[in-house]
Each structure stands twice: as structure tokens, then as C-alpha cells.
């Protein structure tokens, strides 16, 4: 498995057309095993976010340490449940708007449609993928 990380510090959001060259450049490597995340500061068009998810590789934002406003949150259960439907809404709002800034999080990824809250958990999640293409079948479900 190859891994290709091309990451951006623009002053401007990310367009399609770069997510484009990123496709272009991973066609050129070639190969099954080969995936591709693409690493900005800034956010993503609204379109590239479309693109990329139509060409199967992941996006990820890391905000810069002066638009993250660390909290501390007491979480009954009733509040952790509703979590899960706000992350989704948030993660969308972090990618593509400029000037976002988070309630303790600086790190956005999105992959095949899930939403990822730091590195470990995107790479689990391409691991994954990586071992069930190898088996050609879904592996059991992990926690």
C-alpha cells in the first residue's frame, strides 16, 4: 500500500482544479494499493469536497492553533448522542469555510463518506479498507 500526502498552505481555499492535479499525479503513480489524502490550512471548495469523494480519496483541514477555542464540556448521555449528528453538520462547515474556528478541535478529515476527528482514526480506516481488498471480503466490524 502507497500512501500519497500532498499538503497545502494556501491563503486562499482549496478548488477543484488542484484536487484535479492531486487526481492527475495519482493516476500517474498508478497501481490498486495507492491512496490519496490531500492536507490543507485552509478550506475546500464545496465542490472539491463533491470531487474528491467522487474520486475515492480523503481530504483533511488542520486550523491553525489561533481558530481552535479549547472547552471543557460536561456530556450527560442524552448530549452524547446528539454528538454524532453535530459532528457530521460541523465537519462540512470546518472544510469550506474560510475563516472557521473550532470548539477544540483543529483537525478535519473526511473519507468515503465518513468523517474522521484525527489521524489514528483515518488511518484505521484505510488500513481497514486495505486489508479487506487484500481478502476480498468485509472484515468483521471493530470498536
Given at each position: 500500500?502507497l500512501?500519497?500526502?500532498?499538503?497545502?498552505?494556501?491563503s486562499?481555499?482549496?478548488?477543484v482544479?488542484?484536487?484535479?492535479?492531486?487526481?492527475?499525479?495519482?493516476?500517474?503513480?498508478?497501481?490498486?494499493?495507492?491512496?490519496?489524502?490531500?492536507?490543507?490550512?485552509?478550506?475546500?471548495?464545496?465542490?472539491?469536497?463533491?470531487?474528491?469523494?467522487?474520486?475515492?480519496?480523503?481530504?483533511?483541514?488542520?486550523?491553525?492553533?489561533?481558530?481552535?477555542?479549547?472547552?471543557?464540556?460536561?456530556?450527560?448521555?442524552?448530549?452524547?448522542?446528539?454528538?454524532?449528528?453535530?459532528?457530521?453538520?460541523?465537519?462540512?462547515?470546518?472544510?469550506?469555510?474560510?475563516?472557521?474556528?473550532?470548539?477544540?478541535?483543529?483537525?478535519?478529515?473526511?473519507?468515503?463518506?465518513?468523517?474522521?476527528?484525527?489521524?489514528?482514526?483515518?488511518m484505521?480506516?484505510y488500513?481497514?479498507?486495505?486489508?479487506?481488498?487484500?481478502h476480498?471480503?468485509?472484515?468483521?466490524?471493530?470498536?
Amino acid at each position: 500500500m502507497l500512501w500519497v500526502c500532498e499538503c497545502k498552505d494556501y491563503s486562499r481555499p482549496i478548488a477543484v482544479d488542484e484536487l484535479e492535479e492531486f487526481r492527475a499525479k495519482l493516476a500517474q503513480i498508478g497501481g490498486v494499493n495507492v491512496k490519496g489524502l490531500f492536507a490543507s490550512t485552509n478550506s475546500f471548495q464545496s465542490s472539491a469536497l463533491n470531487y474528491a469523494r467522487s474520486q475515492g480519496f480523503g481530504l483533511l483541514r488542520i486550523l491553525p492553533s489561533d481558530q481552535v477555542h479549547f472547552l471543557m464540556h460536561c456530556m450527560t448521555t442524552a448530549h452524547s448522542m446528539g454528538q454524532e449528528r453535530q459532528r457530521r453538520n460541523e465537519y462540512k462547515v470546518a472544510m469550506t469555510r474560510q475563516g472557521y474556528t473550532s470548539d477544540g478541535r483543529s483537525f478535519f478529515g473526511v473519507y468515503d463518506g465518513y468523517v474522521f476527528e484525527h489521524w489514528g482514526q483515518l488511518m484505521k480506516r484505510y488500513i481497514r479498507e486495505y486489508a479487506e481488498a487484500l481478502h476480498n471480503k468485509p472484515l468483521e466490524p471493530t470498536r
